[in-house]
């Protein structure tokens, strides 16, 4: 295999690679790295030279170093379909969200856990087994671990963090390995009293769901006295901020996304600034977990046509804000990833979160350990020439495997983005140069 940069050496452009031509600079092009997440602006005698192998040596490095250019296609798509594997490989780090409860303080019209929800919580001997579980099967193999405390709502179970993140910390520092937790929560709960009980476990994020402004977010997630807790969980955020990292999610339907940008303001005027936040993310609504899902109830594909105007318009409203939020760029789903493992309060295994309403999709427990489910999970969905070739592969990797189970009932299909990028990449992209 022929090293990259070899002077003299042509190579052609990438195909995780989008071009866009400037519109207000004619004879200009913008170029996109999926893969990378990397743009730069080229000349049309640039980019021509690019196509046809004549670049110096010099642009020819540096649009390699950008993931532009390749070696060659055939190699390139033999390191992507090989990249999950090697991520597997090399990774020193296991990733488990820990589902404490199945209990919440609040009514969310949308729960998508609510056909499963109840007084359900993780007993003491299920917490012990969890630590001795990790312990073994991950502390000891040398991973470093982070834990995501999640429900329900996990605030409810205080004293069960305390229990786990004390006992798997001590175990961590013992073998010389990394430790920390986070946590995803409704933020009723989350006072400063609470956060400086967690510090000491090397809390360093927690993911709070802000459904836009108040009128709208104490509608679809109010208490469940009915009393909306918008002012509750924005003081909070006002008293927690500089203890620990702060992302804000919000759950939007076609109805309400363009109110969604007023939240921002009243984050400002509140004094909650960008830099006081960590990414700032906006997704629709699904519909609810279990085979009795209605999708009708929710968004379940990613090619809903309202979604092309949906997604840049709330980019825009929060980058044009000063705050931050993700970029597009590689990323694939933990299903793909071995060591990301989702815990549920009974001991059983699954590959995410929102599986938790299919029992016939989880994949072990702490008594059996992990079970094979490249079948289940349909692990092989974009091993195909179709996604390999396509420019968008590396920011959907067959698109969430979710949607196709609640159509389906099973994980039998890609949720192919295409059309969805083919509408909305471009304005995301040029929107995000705007980020300093």
Known sequence: MLPLFLPGVSMPLSRYLKIYPEADKPGSYLLYSTRKGSVVRLSEALLAAA???????????????????????????????????????????????????????????????????????????????????????????????????????????LPLIHLIATRLQRAAIAKKRKFSITMTTNGTLLTRAVVEQLLPYNFTKAIITLDGPREIHDEQRPYLS?????????????????????????????????????????LLAEGLKPENLGYVQFSTVTPKSGKSADISAGCSSSGEPWLREAAPFLNAGIVTRGFKTPKPTMAACMVEFEHDLVINYDGSFYKCAAFMGWPELAVGSLEDGVTD???????????????????????????????PLLRNGVINELDCRREFFDATLEQIVRQNLTIK
């Open 51 to 157: 196509a046809d192998g004549s670049l110096a040596d010099g642009h020819r490095q540096t649009l390699g170093r950008l993931g532009m250019l390749v070696e060659s296609h055939e190699a390139e798509q033999l390191e992507m379909s090989a990249i999950v594997k090697r991520a597997n490989s090399r990774s020193t780090l296991f990733k488990a969200t820990i589902v404490l409860n199945l209990e919440c303080n609040l009514a969310c019209t949308y729960c998508y856990e609510e056909d499963f929800r109840g007084r359900l919580s993780m007993s003491t001997e299920t917490a012990e087994r969890l630590i001795a579980w990790i312990d073994t099967e991950h502390l000891e193999q040398g991973r470093d671990l982070q834990l995501q405390f999640y429900g329900g709502e996990p605030l409810l179970s």
């Open 226 to 266: 009915g009393k909306g807790s918008f002012d509750a969980i924005v003081a909070n955020i006002k008293a927690v901020h500089d203890l620990v990292t702060v992302e804000l999610n919000g759950n939007y339907t076609s109805k309400n996304y363009r109110q969604f940008p007023e939240l921002l303001d009243y």
């Open 373 to 403: 489910y490249s079948v289940s999970h349909n692990l092989t969905l974009w091993q195909n020439d179709t996604c390999l070739a396509c420019a968008y592969l590396p920011l959907c990797f067959g698109g969430c495997r979710l949607n």
